[in-house]
């Protein structure tokens, strides 16, 4: 099973965080006062260290975040909290694939944590459900300046800022050393190497977010200057094209299958794939000194762009003046270059901040470095009518029951109606 980031997108493995030894009930901040909780209680006030004040405040966050990322969280919420003796972080941790709707159906309750760490494309929903408010004026731009630009337009939506980054996330190519001693720099470099190289070349994960980069490489885009989807052109025809070339060559695998793609290369039975740093640890563990990373394969001259999702931190509306002037200071802390160093080397992070990036040459220096030519995955609820048409048409494509232009012209209209339904509700 893997988690589905986007909401439609097999992405990573799922339950990566884990599952919380504590759960607050959706009532949100009131539950302190229950006995049930009174190990969650304890825990988060002994944060603070032996000897400390006694909280006079208490700040709500909700996450997901488990394994190494939970240990490098937990450390930051120790120093922010010997800081600020004064004040009771509560993190609570729910499982990944229920977070979003929890915090949807508390915050509609008047309930629900002051802040949340999320996703990208949890934005559009939250502004539907009125579960998230703008940022318009909130941060001084000396602030918002720390940030790498993309990130911030990702987390952008019908012209207001709804959230504040945390690190970036997208794909880019593993590669097998023993079976391809250096990365092919462009498209043309791996059709050619694929001729007389192993006997398969790259297992390529087809679903939409991952082949997303090779449409936008070809010149296609997914919206039009007014927001409307608008696949069908020339520039993605001729990435159809493209896929449909790789899934007739004997010597690469391109399918739409995450399993069997990851599979054939930690069985060292594929060369290179396509995946994000979700997968870094379990190849690196597969392959050893063997695994190497690279940006993607480039059109000609021109880069793959692929999507560039955000984890970011988002503010509940339902928060009082006191909590959320708390929670916008613990977010100006975590985003400090500290901390944001402690994300990047325990939990192998990407941070958002410009002045803490990968060294050079590691494994996720080529991550951040495809994150800054790629696509920002769009905010809007939209997005979830995207996925499972675009994942078609390379099938309708493969399988000859349409040309590429008829594929990407009937999806652009199914797209568009369903979005149009969407904004009726």
């Excluded at 060294?359 to 905010?379: C, D, N």
Aim: net charge positive.
């Amino acid at each position: 099973m893997f988690h589905r980031y986007p909401s439609a997108s097999p992405l990573r493995p799922e339950q990566r965080g884990g599952s919380p030894s504590h759960r607050l009930p959706d009532g949100g901040r009131a539950v302190l006062k229950s006995w049930r909780l009174l190990p969650l209680f304890l825990f988060s006030t002994l944060l603070a260290g032996c000897g400390a004040a006694s909280p006079q405040e208490s700040l709500v966050l909700w996450h997901s975040w488990g394994g190494s990322e939970l240990t490098a969280l937990k450390a930051s919420l120790r120093a922010y909290q010997k800081q600020h003796p004064e004040i009771e972080v509560v993190a609570l941790q729910v499982p990944s694939d229920r977070l979003q709707d929890k915090y949807v159906r508390s915050s509609a309750a008047n309930g629900g944590p002051d802040l949340l760490i999320g996703n990208t494309d949890w934005i559009g929903k939250f502004c539907q459900s009125g579960v998230i408010d703008p940022l318009d004026n909130v941060f001084e731009q000396a602030f918002l300046e720390r940030f790498q630009p993309i990130s911030l337009e990702t987390l952008h939506y019908q012209g207001h800022l709804y959230a504040i980054p945390e690190s970036l996330e997208t794909a880019a190519l593993f590669y097998n050393k023993a079976l391809m001693p250096t990365p092919p720099r462009t498209i043309d470099e791996l059709f050619r190497r694929a001729k007389n190289g192993p006997s398969v070349a790259i297992a390529f994960n087809t679903q939409f977010f991952y082949a997303a980069g090779y449409m936008f490489g070809f010149g296609g885009r997914l919206m039009n200057e007014q927001g409307l989807i608008e696949v069908a052109s020339p520039g993605s025809a001729r990435w159809l094209r493209f896929l449909s070339q790789m899934n007739k060559n004997p010597k690469m695998v391109a399918k739409s299958d995450y399993g069997k793609a990851d599979a054939l290369f930690r069985e060292r039975k594929a060369a290179c794939t396509v995946n994000g740093p979700w997968a870094l640890k379990d190849y690196q563990a597969a392959l050893g000194k063997d695994l190497g990373v690279a940006m993607l394969p480039r059109v000609g001259t021109k880069n793959a762009a692929p999507f560039v999702g955000i984890k970011c931190f988002m503010f509940n509306p339902n928060s009082s003046k006191k909590n959320r002037a708390m929670a916008l200071e613990f977010t100006r802390f975590f985003t400090e270059k500290e901390n944001m160093e402690r994300m990047l080397k325990e939990a192998g992070h990407i941070p958002a901040v410009k002045t803490v990036t990968p060294v050079k040459g590691s494994p996720l220096s080529f991550f951040a470095q495809q994150a800054l030519v790629g696509t920002p995955l769009p905010a809007g609820p939209e997005m979830r009518e995207v996925w499972t048409p675009m994942d078609r048409v390379i099938e309708e494509v493969y399988s000859n029951a349409k040309s590429p232009e008829k594929a990407l012209s009937d999806a652009q209209a199914l797209i568009r109606a369903r979005v149009d339904e969407v904004k009726k509700q």
